[in-house]
Structures are given as C-alpha cells and as structure tokens.
C-alpha cells in the first residue's frame, strides 16, 4: 500500500473489487472511476452489495481482491489522510442521542483536529437549517432532522467526497426536499458524491453517472445524459423482481440443506 497520493485525473478508481462472505460475493469484480465533481447514483435490490461497497471505499471494510484509490490514497482501514478527504453518511447515523447536535458536532471537530471545531460546528448546522435546534437534545429529533445533522457530521471536516447509503429511506416528501436541496448545493461545490438510491427520479434527477448493480456486479454503468428514464425503471424493476425470484431459490436451497 502506497504512503503518498497517488496522481491521477480520477478521485475515485475502482478495479476488480471484490468481496466474499463465505460463498457469498457481496461485490465481484466492480471496476469504474469518477473524476472530481462527479455524482453517481448507484441502483440494485437489496443485498446487491451496494452498502458492502460504499464501506469498502470509505475504508470501513477490507475487500478480499481487487484496489481501490481514494482521494489518491490506496484504500485500506485506518488511513487517516483519506478518512480526512472522505464524509460518510450510512445507515447508522453515529451521533449521540444525549448531547446536542453542538456537542456531537464538536467531539467530532476535536478528533479530526480541526482548527476551530466550535466554529466549525456552528457553520454547518447553519447549512443544514439546523443552528435553531443547536442546544436541543438530538434523542428529540425526528428522522428528517437527524438525516441533516448526519449531513452536518459528514461535512463537517469540508471532505471532498461523500458516500451516501441510501440517504432518503424513511424520510417524507419535505425532508426529502431539504435533503436533496442540500446534496445539490454540495455537488454545486464540486463535491464527488457516490450515492446508492431505490429512488429512480431522485437518483437519475441528481447524478452525473448512473450504475444498477446486481448480485454484487456492476449491470450498467453510463452517463446520465445517455439514459432514457423509462427505459433504466424498465431494468431496474426487473433487476429487482429477479434478485426477489433468485433470493428465494436461495432460501429455499438452504432449507432443503439444514
């Protein structure tokens, strides 16, 4: 694994990444890039491995093959020069229920070393629409908010790129709004963003680069401008409805053998 950055007109590089639970291949052989400013939004049904992916860019998971280049770093756990580059937003929104907002976003500053964290802190609770709520109890937020303070912690080190994990799920039609107004305006900064969505209107509204992955593979990989929406729900619903017929082949399968 390389000490230095390595040069490259791509932020993110992916080749042949893989990675196996068992005779599970979660991802298989996944290969694209994506230069500075880009915005992909990745589709598939669920247990594609989309999650599985995300966490091994972000340095949260050792692949089992394949490499991954982050910022110019070679992905690997505990490389804190491209955890700095990198803002992550997942299922698990690691914030502390009995502190404010303020106080989680601090703790946060003081372990990225940041200058200012107060400062730091204030500024992106601003940005989220959330500055009046800054001494509230974040056990008292509802999931649209807590889905903008996750963007606050996500940002709040000003990290060139984000992983967003399914960022909509649960949210209703506003906090989706907010919360897309938000994305929006980052990738208006040049941000490089990787998202993964059921959400084909939003997804395809947003992005630059479209994937669908199934069974741990990328299907598709295109630029947006290329993609008839139609035509990507037409595969993407029928992606879905075979991953359903195949997972139940599978459970089937392993309750014939137990």
């Known amino acids: ?23 599970l291949k979660a991802v298989d052989g996944i290969s694209f890039e994506l230069k500075r400013g880009e915005f992909l ?15 091994i860019l972000a340095g949260l998971t050792r692949a089992s093959s394949g490499t991954a280049i982050v910022a110019g770093y070679e992905v690997g756990e505990g490389r804190a020069e491209m955890r700095s580059e990198i803002g992550v937003i997942s299922h698990s929104t690691a914030l502390y229920g009995d502190l404010t907002p303020l106080e989680n976003l601090i703790f946060l500053g003081k372990m990225y070393g940041l200058e200012n964290p107060k400062d730091s802190a204030l500024a992106v609770l601003e940005d989220v629409g959330l ?11 509802s999931r649209g908010m807590l889905q903008r303070l996750s963007i606050a912690r996500a940002i709040l080190h000003d990290p060139s790129i984000l992983f967003l994990d399914e960022p909509f799920t649960g949210l209703d039609i506003h906090a989706s709004n907010v919360l897309k107004e938000h994305l929006q305006t980052l990738h208006n900064k040049k941000r490089t963003i990787l998202m993964t969505t059921h959400d084909v209107s939003c997804g395809l509204e947003m992005c630059d680069k479209v994937a669908l992955q199934v069974m741990g593979r990328f299907a598709f990989f295109e630029d947006v401008k290329t993609v008839e929406k139609e035509n990507f729900e037409a595969l993407y619903f029928d992606a879905v409805r075979n991953n359903q017929f195949t997972m139940g082949i599978r459970q089937h399968d392993t309750r014939l053998k137990t």
């Open 1 to 23: 694994m390389a000490d230095n950055p390595q040069p490259s007109d791509s932020v993110i590089k992916v080749h042949q990444l893989r990675k196996e639970f068992g005779v």
């Open 131 to 141: 500055a009046p709520r800054r001494h509230d109890r974040v056990r008292t937020f």
């Open 41 to 55: 939004s990745v589709f598939g049904p669920n247990g594609a491995g989309k999650t599985t992916l995300i966490k």
